[in-house]
């Protein structure tokens, strides 16, 4: 019931602020709903997905900008392996990635936008309650979008992009893996498929 009503909401604020823009605004904290609700998209009723991020984005000048992602993913989960066998894992992850955001068209904060950077991160897994291991992640990576900036504040975001994690030790599961901050891993890299962020800007 609670994440209908903050639906509502969301769409409500879109709808109002849709076709207006603001070019002043020095700081934006958004924020990707759709990971919010990551748990609608277990198959198994016992099992449970939570991730969450939070992004602070400021204005150096009106072709540059920084931001420092926070992002956060607990998950106790049915996994399969290549051999069709299945095992309960449990994984805590926590993640930092500050990015270097260029604006080639000069709009600020807001508009077309290339972003570069370095992420680092922490995972801890257990399988099947009894082994648990610890995972330090470093990577790098690209991120191309666009982002609106509306009169009442709020802002809009949507992009996507390419990267590779490097784990410690090196990381065995052969699954797909949503990361914290919505990076999906496979096998050779990272992919942020649809990066649809919310927030408000002032």
């Known amino acids: 019931m609670k994440k209908a009503l903050f639906v509502c909401a969301v769409m409500l604020?879109?709808?109002?602020?849709?076709?207006?823009?603001n070019a002043e605004k020095k700081f934006t904290i958004q924020t990707s709903p759709l990971l919010l609700f990551s748990d609608f998209f277990v198959?198994?009723?016992?099992?449970?997905?939570?991730?969450?991020?939070?992004?602070?984005?400021?204005?150096?000048?009106?072709?540059?900008?920084?931001s420092l992602t926070l992002s956060f993913r607990y998950s106790d989960l049915?996994?399969?392996?290549?051999?069709?066998?299945?095992?309960n894992e449990n994984v805590f992850q926590i993640g930092i990635k500050p990015m270097y955001i260029h604006?080639?068209?000069?709009?600020?904060?807001?508009?077309?936008?290339?972003?570069?950077?370095?992420?680092?991160?922490?995972?801890?897994?257990?399988?099947?309650?009894?082994k648990?291991?610890?995972y330090t992640e470093?990577?790098?990576?690209?991120?191309?979008?666009?982002?609106?900036?509306?009169?009442?504040?709020?802002?809009m975001q949507v992009g996507g992009g390419v990267g590779k994690t490097y784990s410690i030790p090196q990381k065995t599961s052969n699954y797909t893996l949503v990361n914290s901050d919505g990076r999906i891993t496979v096998t050779h890299s990272d992919i942020t498929l649809f990066d649809f962020k919310l927030g408000y800007s002032f």
């Open 138 to 155: 470093l990577g790098f990576g690209l991120n191309i979008g666009y982002k609106w900036i509306f009169n009442s504040g709020f802002t």
């Open 43 to 66: 198959s198994d009723m016992n099992d449970s997905l939570y991730i969450m991020d939070l992004e602070g984005q400021y204005k150096i000048s009106q072709i540059s900008n920084i």
């Open 13 to 21: 604020v879109i709808n109002q602020s849709m076709f207006s823009q």
């Open 103 to 130: 604006r080639p068209f000069e709009t600020g904060l807001k508009g077309f936008y290339i972003g570069v950077y370095p992420h680092v991160g922490f995972q801890n897994s257990t399988i099947e309650n009894k």
């Open 78 to 87: 049915t996994v399969w392996d290549h051999e069709d066998y299945s095992h």
């Open 132 to 134: 648990s291991t610890f």
